[in-house]
């Protein structure tokens, strides 16, 4: 796409078709920041670039009502020293209009496809407002794409801050059809979008005529009215409903004093509630919009803190596909990964899920057989079996107490819903509801669940295990992951979506899955060991008792094959060296 120049800040619009060009200050001479446009999934995205720095990039994105312009005096400073990129959110500024209801999701969609197509790598988002909540939402649904977010005044609807009588009387007018379309209009004529700008500076003379076309420009197009009252009538969806903790990237709350329209107690709100790890930092004199207000101030406090993010923050060396194709290449083609001893795979799968919980394989083999020897390698013999006799058969493994009650109550009820055949629950669709059933019984939790659905069941659901944690933790494929501390779910659906390219490319994913958890198991087994990781080799041995061809290449001696691409490796490769020559 080429390059554009914007109108001057007070030149007067021009209509291209159906679209009302911006009216702003867009000097790609002088600055380096150039207009662009994309295509997505919803229409055209409008952008601004400035590309010429080396630092980590920036991606800047508006609140209710705004456009890129609002960020023409802060945007040049940042781009001194980082890359940034600021774009319209559909519905707003000269994007296209959505014409499906506006969402976080939506939203969230179309700031990750930019960083995608053009930034090209995780981004810095610093989110204003209603931009905020979406940065959240696209560090919750697009992990490895944030590397960290800045809150700006951001819309977090702390529960003990209700809308005033008034609020709740207009956006209920909002709601009423064809009485809302015509207040819409009424909002946003040039008064009323002078009006909305005075609420939010506390400085009212920055609110130059200007600044009042700029915003009122987008309103001009046929639909602008309408588009800004599909978002108002959302309005309910659109702050904050995430989990405390589920957002794991570095996390800043920026201020200013005195915002009248959200008062500067809700960020230490927004922070208890949502990001109790935050930084917060407060600029005076100024209002909702501080970093327009005061754009120096704005950078003397975000560009160190971000600088520090950076600087504990790598570049991901490789992609989860690449791993995979290492190890792989290392292993071999996958050998018999779940050694069966009886005639009923799916149980004994299924048993096998509970009982490797905390335990080495090798010990579950061996309490499996005795299962055998004792003829209770069956649903019906272990539904009716005494849970004395059960649980001294399992002592070989960890917790074997707690996992005979629990095996015979699935036992029992394999027979009461099933009649014993654990192919038929299996073999239920749709996944997830499969899945619920599962958590349901004892004993299974989503780690446990997951590997049931995978091995047992032929569901193409990625098992995420401690191995799989501290590998990709160590290895670190995606800097803004915390690989450790992020829920189940979120590390799951991170893998999975990942790998989507390798399963589009041919590879099924049922088969990917179960072998690359086999090949993390091996990697993290042989190599990269919880202590004293083996970087340099040999691997460690590991004698398994009935699976055959697992040790066909102990007698390699070339060391981790992802040593040359771990960041743990690279950052600590002085003690792994003198770790080595101890063992």
């Not at 394999?414 to 038929?424: M, S, V």
């Not at 091995?455 to 098992?463: E, L, N, S």
Request: hydrophobic content about 40%; some cysteine; aromatic content about 8%.
């Amino acid at each position: 796409m080429g390059r554009s120049r914007s109108p001057r800040m007070g030149e007067p619009t021009s209509r291209k078709g159906n679209i009302v060009s911006a009216t702003a200050t867009t000097p790609t001479t002088s600055t380096g920041i150039a207009e662009r446009w994309l295509s997505g999934t919803h229409g055209k995205t409008r952008y601004w670039a400035a590309e010429h720095a080396d630092g980590v990039p920036l991606v800047l994105l508006h609140g209710y009502g705004g456009l890129i312009e609002h960020w023409q005096r802060l945007m040049p400073l940042l781009a001194e020293q980082h890359p940034v990129y600021a774009l319209d959110l559909h519905n707003f500024g000269y994007s296209s209009v959505l014409t499906v209801t506006p969402s976080k999701d939506i939203w969230a969609a179309q700031v990750a496809h930019l960083i995608r197509a053009v930034v090209q790598q995780p981004a810095v988002i610093i989110g204003h407002s209603l931009g905020g909540a979406i940065a959240a939402q696209l560090a919750h649904n697009e992990p490895s794409l944030v590397r960290a977010l800045v809150l700006v005044n951001s819309v977090g609807n702390p529960p003990d801050h209700a809308p005033s009588l008034v609020e709740r009387a207009l956006f209920g007018v909002l709601q009423v059809p064809g009485l809302g379309e015509l207040l819409a209009r009424t909002m946003t004529t040039t008064a009323g979008v002078r009006y909305n700008l005075e609420l939010s500076y506390h400085d009212k003379s920055q609110i130059t005529p200007e600044m009042v076309e700029t915003f009122a420009g987008p309103l001009r197009r046929p639909n602008g009215p309408d588009a800004y009252l599909a978002v108002t009538r959302t309005f309910s969806s659109l702050p904050l409903d995430l989990d405390e903790g589920c957002i794991t990237q570095p996390i800043m709350i920026v201020w200013g004093e005195q915002d009248h329209a959200m008062p500067a107690t809700l960020a230490t709100r927004l922070k208890e509630r949502f990001f109790p790890d935050a930084d917060i930092r407060y600029i005076p004199e100024s209002g909702h919009c501080c970093f327009d207000e005061r754009p120096a101030a704005f950078t003397e406090i975000v560009l160190p803190w971000i600088e520090r993010q950076y600087a504990v923050t790598p570049m991901p060396p490789i992609t989860l596909a690449a791993i995979y194709r290492t190890l792989a290449a290392h292993f071999g083609p996958p050998h018999e990964w779940w050694p069966i001893f009886g005639d009923d795979p799916a149980f004994e799968q299924i048993l096998g899920a509970v009982l490797v919980q905390q335990t080495r394989w090798e010990a579950v083999e061996q309490a499996i057989l005795r299962l055998q020897q004792a003829g209770l390698l069956a649903p019906a013999a272990l539904a009716r079996a005494d849970a004395e006799q059960v649980a001294l058969l399992l002592r070989p493994v960890a917790f074997y107490r707690q996992k005979a009650p629990g095996s015979i109550a699935i036992s029992a009820y394999l027979c009461e819903r099933y009649g014993g055949d654990a192919h038929t629950l299996l073999a239920q669709q749709p996944t997830a509801d499969l899945r619920r059933e599962l958590l349901a019984l004892p004993r299974i939790g989503n780690e446990t669940a997951d590997v049931i659905l995978l091995y047992a069941g032929g569901h193409a659901v990625f098992v995420v295990d401690d191995y799989t944690r501290r590998l990709m933790g160590r290895v670190n494929p995606a800097p803004a992951f915390n690989w450790e501390k992020a829920k189940y779910d979120y590390v799951r659906d991170h893998i999975e979506r990942e790998l989507a390219p390798l399963v589009e490319a041919g590879s099924a994913a049922i088969t990917l899955y179960a072998d690359y958890h086999a090949l993390i198991n091996e990697q993290c087994v042989r190599y990269c060991t919880a202590t004293r990781p083996r970087c340099d080799g040999p691997p460690a041995r590991r004698v398994y008792s009935l699976q055959e061809g697992r040790n066909s290449y102990l007698d390699r001696h070339d060391g981790c094959p992802l040593r040359d691409v771990c960041a743990w490796y690279q950052a600590r490769g002085a003690e792994a060296h003198s770790a080595q020559r101890k063992i």
